[in-house]
T-cell receptor
Framework: AQSVTQPDIHITVSEGASLELRCNYS??????LFWYVQSPGQGLQLLLK??????LVQGIKGFEAEFKRSQSSFNLRKPSVHWSDAAEYFC????????????????FGQGTELSVKP | NAGVTQTPKFQVLKTGQSMTLQCAQD?????MYWYRQDPGMGLRLIYY???????DKGEVPNGYNVSRLNKREFSLRLESAAPSQTSVYFC?????????????FGPGTRLTVT
């Protein structure tokens, strides 16, 4: 069965420190992978996505993620965290159905809440 | 360009009451989705519409119905609300020209059923 696991429910880091949020997936084929961020009381915003090609992808707000097929992982990183990065982060896998002019279903992880200490 | 809009933002219902959550997108996307978000459970797909005129069940469809009114609008109806339907509901859209796989989300509707 397709699934996404984010092992860390809650992470606290100090401002200026580096960050890595973990994401592991179970999928039967090459996945399409996404990271979204949700600020309190807001909808989800796309941070970055991986479809194919270079396994290190850059996103908005200084985030990057690396796709490691051998480890079934797509971890999110940021070299230096800012207080405004405090939010909930969701990893998602795209279902294989991909039809021209249509989107596809996504499977979301449970989310990781990030707190930032001053 | 407003993206994905949802109404209402907040709603309180009594058990057994009905209501419709509205969603509209102005990005000319073909596919639209309804999710619910509960603490510790991520987002779970309720229903989706791959294209105008089609709807399909997602992971948790029981107690809900949907209507794809036109290409822009996709509504979610609770016929007889139950406390277990207390949640935050998000609408999303994707699939424009070519394959646009990422989904764009609305701001959400916070629903409480007492």
């Amino acid at each position: 069965a397709q699934s996404v696991t984010q092992p860390d429910i809650h992470i606290t880091v100090s401002e200026g420190a580096s960050l890595e949020l973990r994401c592991n997936y179970s999928y039967g084929a090459t996945p399409y992978l996404f990271w979204y961020v949700q600020s309190p009381g807001q909808g989800l915003q796309l941070l970055l996505k991986y479809f194919s090609g270079d396994t290190l992808v850059q996103g908005i707000k200084g985030f990057e993620a690396e796709f490691k097929r051998s480890q079934s992982s797509f971890n999110l990183r940021k070299p230096s965290v800012h207080w405004s990065d405090a939010a909930e982060y969701f990893c998602a896998v795209g279902a294989i159905v991909m039809i021209y002019n249509q989107g596809g279903k996504l499977i979301f992880g449970q989310g990781t809440e990030l707190s930032v200490k001053p | 360009n407003a993206g994905v809009t949802q109404t209402p933002k907040f709603q309180v219902l009594k058990t057994g009451q009905s209501m419709t959550l509205q969603c509209a997108q102005d990005m000319n996307h073909n596919s639209m989705y309804w999710y619910r978000q509960d603490p510790g459970m991520g987002l779970r797909l309720i229903y989706y519409s791959a294209s105008e005129g089609t709807t399909d069940k997602g992971e948790v469809p029981n107690g809900y119905n949907v209507s794809r009114l036109n290409k822009r609008e996709f509504s979610l109806r609770l016929e007889s609300a139950a406390p277990s339907q207390t949640s935050v509901y998000f609408c999303a859209s994707s699939g424009g020209q070519g394959v646009t796989y990422e989904q764009y989300f609305g701001p959400g509707t916070r629903l409480t059923v007492t």
